[in-house]
């Protein structure tokens, strides 16, 4: 028993390693491609600079459209995580404490939980027609569609959570006069805060790094692209200077990266307590 306990931990550290080599190893290209110069890039691909140099990334932040993209983004992502921390929690409290009491509320959930399983190709064409229609092709259409997107899977999540928490308090609150609101604000949503914070990165890092929604969504003028959109036309008009392309990518991932980085320990336990408890 022990051989064989050992073996299988040896293959799990193994595993283990070479994901982390292949989540890390293309940061690690970007960061030091980004400061190299092309002659550095094409001598040395895989190594580290021989000469540092900052002229790519002053070359990126010079330019304005760059920091129009960057707005885009930042409004966007903003905004969308702003409504959802404040509407998902509240859906997610009624459903969670009416689901088996109620039959609107229980078809409510599992029509939540059904949305889930649709692909996004399946939703492409029937969303870009109707706000085609309705003359959301721009970026309050951009923020309203990952509003409605992330519900189904923020339900999911917030539902298994609350799940998981005793009513001791809440009944004793009612008891001593207190109203649904100042139930749900001053015990419920302070104690959901670790599946708020999982919600909000993992919604926060798939809009950020989101392309293929913007390219159908957003036009292609300097004034509605996105990071992910301008990192893509970028490439394409200096596609023969590597190491300005390398500065870009690494100056569009590093906010999101740097507000993400905190919280891995949030976003593992959330997930875990909202997805299994559920």
Same mark, same amino acid.
């Given at each position: ?35 190299? /110069? *092309? =002659? /550095? ?13 900052? /002229?790519? #990334? $002053?070359? @990126?932040?010079?330019?304005? /459209? ?27 409290? $009624? ?13 409510? +959930? ?13 939703? *492409? ?6 706000? =085609? ?12 569609? +990952?509003?409605?997107? =992330? !519900?189904? %899977? ?8 609350? $799940?998981? *928490?005793?009513?001791?308090?809440? %009944? ?10 100042? @139930? #749900? ?11 708020? =914070? !999982? @919600? ?42 590597? !190491? ?35």
């Amino acid at each position: 028993p022990m051989k064989k306990r050992n073996i299988l931990h040896a293959l799990i550290y193994t595993v283990l390693t070479l994901g982390a080599l292949l989540v890390f190893f293309p940061f690690y290209l970007t960061v030091v491609s980004s400061l190299k /110069d *092309m =002659s /550095d890039i094409f001598s040395n691909f895989f190594g580290l600079p021989r000469h540092i140099v900052f /002229d790519n #990334f $002053a070359y @990126v932040l010079q330019r304005p /459209d760059y920091f129009i993209a960057l707005k885009n983004s930042a409004i966007i992502t903003g905004v969308a995580i702003v409504a959802m921390v404040f509407f998902l929690p509240m859906c997610a409290y $009624a459903i969670s404490r009416r689901r088996f009491t109620s039959r609107f509320y229980s078809f409510l +959930y599992f029509f939540m939980v059904a949305g889930i399983f649709i692909p996004f190709q399946v939703k *492409m064409l029937p969303m870009v027609k109707l706000m =085609s229609n309705i003359g959301l092709l721009n970026r309050t259409g951009a923020i309203l569609f +990952y509003i409605a997107n =992330s !519900t189904c %899977e923020g339900i999911f999540l917030l539902v298994g959570y609350l $799940a998981s *928490m005793p009513t001791d308090l809440e %009944e004793a609150a009612y008891i001593d006069g207190a109203t649904t609101n100042q @139930v #749900f604000y001053k015990i419920v949503r302070p104690i959901m805060k670790p599946i708020i =914070s !999982t @919600v909000v990165i993992k919604n926060s890092l798939w809009i950020w790094n989101d392309y293929f929604m913007p390219s159908l969504v957003l036009n292609q003028s300097n004034l509605n692209r996105t990071l992910t959109l301008y990192q893509y036309s970028f490439r394409t008009e200096n596609s023969t200077n590597f !190491t300005i392309v390398f500065a870009v990518m690494l100056l569009s991932i590093l906010p999101i990266f740097l507000v993400s980085c905190p919280f891995p320990k949030q976003i593992v336990s959330g997930m875990m307590e909202g997805a299994v408890k559920g």
